[in-house]
């Protein structure tokens, strides 16, 4: 099945930010439920953007966001402080999000991540930046996932994030990324893929249109979760149809039931 990350609990949007600020749980819990409702299958939690904030900021939003959902939660921060405070809060088994192989983020990560029972995002990311082809995203895909098999992961609870860069800033960002996912997903049997959805479109206008074309082209590619916004019907159509498309939904049984909710329409 498709993963669907909720990506709206974060304190890069201007109404969480006053939200966190005001503490204002009532416009988190409803937010959490929107997505919810929506299909999320999980909510990503990222309170970094109120800097010198961030692990208190961290602990008000998952105690709030547990009181309105029983999902499984995205703990999204790159500090592994944060990370293991958030790890000790959640009341069902979470993804983590995430480790890379930045020697300082890895070294601290490790020795926490090893016996725990948790899914993570491993970020084809090293101190070397961002990657700028497909062998290097997927170089760092083997050696990252290597690692933490090494340390007892199974390959069904890492989910390898290629680094979606957008399209704004070089044109080949978009295959760069296609190509990726098909190398992961063939190459490490048995990985998830996911990453940052509207990385794609940034820089650019009518953002919700490339979001959801990319998504599909990602999804024939083997694409299998993202952190996405649920609340978009049009790209929550786009992931059920896809689905479809792929021979996943068996007599079409999903698809039928969101043309019957009045949810996938043309
Ligand atoms: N990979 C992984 N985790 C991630 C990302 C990724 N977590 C964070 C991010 N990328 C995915 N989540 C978001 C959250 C918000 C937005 C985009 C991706 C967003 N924010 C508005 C903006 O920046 O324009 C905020 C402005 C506003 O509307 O108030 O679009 O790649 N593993």
């Not at 204002?24 to 929506?38: F, L, M, P």
């Not at 084809?124 to 098999?149: F, H, Q, W």
């Not at 992961?184 to 990385?199: P, Q």
């Amino acid at each position: 099945m498709f993963e669907v990350i909720g990506e709206r609990i974060n304190t890069t949007f201007k109404k969480v930010k006053a939200a966190v600020i005001d503490r204002d749980g009532a416009y988190i819990q409803d937010d959490v439920q929107k997505q919810e409702a929506s299909g999320a299958t999980y909510i990503d939690v990222n309170a970094g953007a109120r800097i010198g904030h961030e692990k208190e900021d961290m602990e008000w939003l998952l105690k709030v966001v547990q009181e309105a959902t029983t999902l499984p939660l995205c703990l999204d921060s790159p500090d592994p402080e944060v990370l293991e405070m958030a790890y000790s809060m959640v009341n069902t088994t979470p993804m983590v999000n995430s480790i890379s192989l930045e020697k300082d983020r890895f070294e601290a990560m490790m020795p926490f991540l090893k016996g725990k029972e948790c899914k993570i995002i491993a970020l084809c990311m090293d101190d070397s930046g961002m990657p700028k082809t497909v062998d290097d995203i997927v170089n760092r895909a083997k050696s990252i996932v290597g690692e933490l098999e090494a340390i007892g992961f199974k390959r069904q609870n890492i989910y390898v994030d290629p680094l979606i860069q957008p399209m704004s800033v070089d044109g080949n960002n978009g295959m760069m990324a296609m190509d990726a996912v098909k190398a992961i997903m063939t190459e490490l049997e048995g990985v998830h893929t996911t990453g940052g959805l509207s990385n794609i479109s940034y820089g650019l206008p009518q953002r919700k249109i490339i979001n959801r074309i990319f998504l599909a082209m990602m999804m024939k590619q083997g694409f299998d979760s993202a952190i996405m916004d649920p609340l978009d019907n049009e790209i929550m159509a786009v992931v059920k149809t896809a689905d479809m498309l792929k021979g996943n939904d068996n007599f079409c049984m999903n698809f039928l039931k969101g043309v019957r909710a009045g949810t996938i329409k043309a």
